[in-house]
Structure formats: structure tokens, C-alpha cells
Nanobody, 115 residues
């Protein structure tokens, strides 16, 4: 059974940093893509960033480029999202997603950016 477990969310002030992690089980980190989506209250879920598990290619939505960095440790079946210079508009539930194939979601972790 494929499982994705997120950690690292919390409450921070604007300009601060957080690091999210997602550990996968039930599949190998050697093919497909894995990444992060987020959903703010009243808004649709949107992709934030993803990484190819075989080639390490990364992609980011425009609003987080230069502030967020996605990385993968395939030996530990873990990806991380380093989020710097956080803004109130980054407030959302962040979901780990794997396309391996088949679409799999984690339970989500809350990120709140507020002064």
C-alpha cells in the first residue's frame, strides 16, 4: 500500500522559513514524479513544486520561484520543501502527491503565515 506522510507545517511570521518533509512507503523512489500541492481556504488545490524521481528535474509554480526549493533523498524515500521568505498568501494546507504511476496523496499539513 502506498502511503505518503507529511511533516513540518506550523505557524510562522512573514519572512520566516519552514521545511516540509514527505516520506513515502510502499513504492520505490526510482520512477515517476513527486511533489507538493497546496489548498488555501476557498481556493482550488494548486501545484507548488515537483521533482522527477529518476532524473531529479524540478519545477515550481511562478509565485514560489526563488523562495522555495524542493529536494529528494531517494535512499530515504523522502522529499523536502524548503520554504523561505514566507508570505501570508502562502498560508494553505500543503499536500504531498506522488504520480508513480497512479495518483497518491498525503493527508496534508497546515502552513500558516501570519503576524
Amino acid at each position: 500500500e502506498v502511503q505518503l506522510m507529511e511533516s513540518g507545517g506550523g505557524l510562522v511570521q512573514p519572512g520566516e522559513s519552514l521545511r516540509l518533509s514527505c516520506t513515502g512507503s510502499g513504492f520505490a523512489f526510482d520512477d515517476g514524479a513527486i511533489g507538493w500541492f497546496r489548498q488555501a481556504p476557498g481556493k482550488e488545490r494548486e501545484v507548488v513544486s515537483c521533482i522527477g524521481m529518476s532524473d531529479g528535474h524540478t519545477a515550481y509554480t511562478q509565485s514560489v520561484k526563488g523562495r522555495f526549493t524542493i529536494s529528494s533523498d531517494n535512499a530515504k524515500n523522502t522529499i523536502s520543501l524548503q520554504m523561505n521568505s514566507l508570505k501570508p498568501e502562502d498560508t494553505a494546507v500543503y499536500y504531498c502527491h506522488a504520480l508513480i504511476p497512479g495518483s497518491h496523496w498525503g493527508q496534508g499539513t497546515q502552513v500558516t503565515v501570519s503576524s
